[in-house]
Each structure stands twice: as structure tokens, then as C-alpha cells.
């Protein structure tokens, strides 16, 4: 089976996308599947495999040179398949029309939700144009979420969708690397893993733990990340006087990412809009704490209930929205700091929702499973 795989967005960039498609792909071809991977991220990265082509789609007239070089890639291939609903996703729903191949989208939030940032009117209709044309052509859409799954009955019958999360590596993001610190041992340690978009909220979370520190002491927070936000979010840190208490790292590997989340007590996604979060997996395979906004494809993870994990009621919604606030009211943010610190306190109620948690993740998360369920839908489709 040979599969042609396209993304607007891939490494060098880093967030759980990317990683959603690195995984995927590897998995795929493990399994004897040829991926070919076609980006229009410019760039390398040392994670870089075998049959990864990149272009640039930077303007109108790019729509040529891509659709050309789609049309040609895809004439032996049984599959494309597509991640997001935006441009490059138009264009290969138009190559698998020509050429008569299944194509086939999953949906991580990108393409569908509405741009968290304002836009000109031709880049509005260039994006809705791009959303529904590419549904209307797919044969088949992956939901990443149960959220999103709303979301795409908007342009698809339900039949059409399939339900197939993102994963994690439970070879890496293992209980045998969670050291076990105790949160009662020294300073409270905080931890995101998220670019400084908008939505991601770490802007509210810097808020937060403001009004945390004033009533309740120091803290120590690792805020890995980097993005468009950064200078505002620094310009609180500094306005509220957080600058011994956060320690900011721009990226990181794997495996120093997990030393991060050993040193930290509570892993935060104070996000206004998340599919299946694949940090949110990962720490929930180390048996970490997971705090995270009442939104999106985060009350699948954590559970209605809070089996899981713990939420903040940050916004007014709870599907997911790009649109995230630069400020929440005076209220909110009180009560989210005192939550945090009866979390803190909760020693008994954070060992059940950790244990239930790393169950629920390696029952239903491994890139294994995702792979086994991705094929048998290729399958399908072929057959």
C-alpha cells in the first residue's frame, strides 16, 4: 500500500500536530505502508525521515506548482490523505477527484475552526472556500476529538466521520521515567508544553498564578514554548513580578522534555480550544496531575466527572474557540488560583485521578492502536 500524506504544517515546527503526523508516519511504514509526506513548512529537521518533499504555498499564484507536483506524486498511490481542511487540502481533494483515489482528512483543529487572529477578507474567503470544498469532496474525515466531531457534521454527514484520537509514546512518555516526585516536597512545580498561540491560553494561566502567588506563595513554572504571544506574556511575567518563579525553555527533546515533566507536580492547558491534546496524553502516561480548561477535546481526556484529571473554568463555552480572551474576569482568575490550591492539597484524590489516567491512556492512546485503526481504514477504502 503506498500513501500520499499531505500537511500545511510539519517540523521544524512543534506541537502536537506535527507530532500526530511524525508518529503516523513512522508507524505506517513500520508496518510495510510507503508514506510520502508533502509539506509546505519550509526547512529540516534531525527528525526528518525518508520521502518527506516540501514547497511553498505562500501566495495564489503557489496554487499551480503545487497542484502540479500533487497531481504527480499521487499517480501510483492507493490513499491520499490530508491533515487539515485548508489549502493543501483543496488541492489534493481536487488531485483524488482527477486521479479517482479515496481521500481521506483528519482534522486537528487547523482548516476548521474559524483563525484565532483577525483576517483580511480575501484570507476569509480563501479559508472557508478551502474548509468546504475539501469536506464536500472527502470520502472520509478523521475526528481527532469529540469536539471537532461537532464541528465537522457542520460540513459532512456523520457517516462520512471516523473517530481515530491522537496518540502518545508509551516508550517514551513511560511510568518508569515519572520519578514520583511528591508535591509536597519543596516549592508547588508547574509545567506547560505549548506554543504561545493565542488560543493556548498561557497569557490566562500567567494571570492565575499572579493572583496564586499573592495568596498562596511562591511556585516554581516551567513554561516551555515559544510563538506570537511571547512578548505579551513576558510583559505580564514582568508587570507581576514573576520572573524568579518561571523558568523559560524554547523547545525541547523528548527526552529532556521528560526530565521537565519529573521535576513538575501539576501539568496546566489553560487552552480556549484543543482537539485530543498529545501533552495532555503524554503527561497522563507519566501519571502526572493534569489541570486543564473545561474545553474541547480536554473533556474527553480528563472526563465529565473529573476521573482524570482536574478542570479550571476559565471561559463561556466548552467547545472548542480560537477566539481566547486576553483577559478573563477578576473572579475567575481568584477562583482558579484557589482551586489550585486545594489541588495542591488533595494527596489522596490526585493519586485516583493519576492512576485512572495512565489506565486510560494505555488502553486507548498508544501510536500502536492509532496506526491499527488508520489502516484498517485505508482497507476499507480500497477494497
Known amino acids: ?32 505502508i510507503e508514506v ?23 501566495k495564489i499564484s503557489s496554487f499551480f506548482s503545487n497542484f502540479k507536483q500533487i497531481f504527480t506524486l499521487s499517480k501510483d498511490v492507493d490513499i491520499i490523505h490530508s491533515h487539515y481542511s485548508y489549502k493543501l487540502a483543496l488541492v489534493s481533494g481536487l488531485v483524488s477527484i482527477l486521479r479517482r483515489k479515496p481521500f481521506i482528512i483528519t482534522q486537528h483543529g487547523f ?35 469529540d469536539d471537532l466531531k461537532g464541528f465537522c457534521l457542520k460540513y459532512v454527514n456523520k457517516n462520512k466521520i471516523i473517530d481515530i484520537t491522537n496518540g502518545y509514546d508509551d516508550t517514551i512518555f513511560r511510568l518508569s521515567n515519572n520519578i514520583n516526585k511528591s508535591i509536597t516536597n519543596g516549592l508547588p512545580t508547574f509545567i506547560t ?46 508587570e507581576y513580578g514573576l520572573e524568579n518563579n518561571i523558568i523559560h525553555i524554547m523547545n525541547s527533546d523528548h ?20 482537539s485530543t491534546s498529545l501533552s495532555c496524553i503524554e503527561a497522563m502516561g507519566m501519571k502526572k496531575i493534569i489541570v486543564a480548561s473545561r474545553v474541547g477535546g480536554l473533556i474527553q481526556l480528563i472526563g465529565k466527572n473529573e476521573e482524570r484529571g482536574y ?34 492539597e488533595s494527596k489522596n484524590g490526585n493519586i485516583e485521578k493519576t492512576n485512572n489516567a495512565y489506565d486510560f491512556v494505555k488502553a486507548n492512546y498508544t501510536w500502536d492502536i492509532i496506526a491499527k485503526k488508520t489502516i484498517i481504514l485505508y482497507n476499507d477504502l480500497i477494497k
Open 111 to 145: 482548516g476548521l475552526l474559524d483563525p484565532q487572529y483577525s483576517t483580511g477578507l480575501l484570507f476569509k474567503i480563501i479559508f472557508k472556500t478551502c474548509r468546504y470544498f475539501s469536506m464536500k469532496i472527502s470520502d472520509r474525515v478523521i475526528s481527532t476529538s
Open 311 to 344: 478542570f479550571l473554568d476559565l471561559y463561556d463555552w466548552t467547545s472548542s474557540n480560537y477566539n481566547c480572551p486576553m483577559k478573563i474576569s477578576d473572579e475567575k482568575i481568584i477562583l482558579a488560583a484557589d482551586n489550585i490550591s486545594n489541588i495542591i
Open 255 to 274: 527526552k529532556e522534555l521528560v526530565g521537565y515533566l519529573n521535576k513538575s507536580d501539576i501539568v496546566f492547558f489553560p487552552s480556549s480550544a484543543e
Open 36 to 58: 510520502i509526506l508533502y509539506t509546505t513548512t519550509p526547512g529540516t529537521s534531525k527528525l526528518d525521515s525518508l520521502n518527506i518533499i516540501r514547497n511553498e504555498f505562500d
Open 1 to 32: 500500500m503506498k500513501i500520499l500524506m499531505t500537511s500545511e504544517t510539519y517540523f521544524p515546527i512543534i506541537g502536537g500536530a506535527e507530532w500526530h503526523i511524525y508518529y503516523l508516519k513512522k508507524k505506517l511504514e513500520e508496518q510495510g
Open 193 to 238: 508544553i505549548r506554543r504561545f498561540a493565542k488560543k493556548n491560553g498561557i497569557h490566562i494561566l500567567i494571570d492565575i498564578l499572579s493572583e496564586y502567588k499573592k495568596k498562596y506563595g511562591d511556585f516554581k513554572y516551567y513554561m516551555i514554548g515559544y510563538g506570537a504571544l511571547e512578548k505579551e506574556i513576558f510583559l505580564r511575567i514582568k
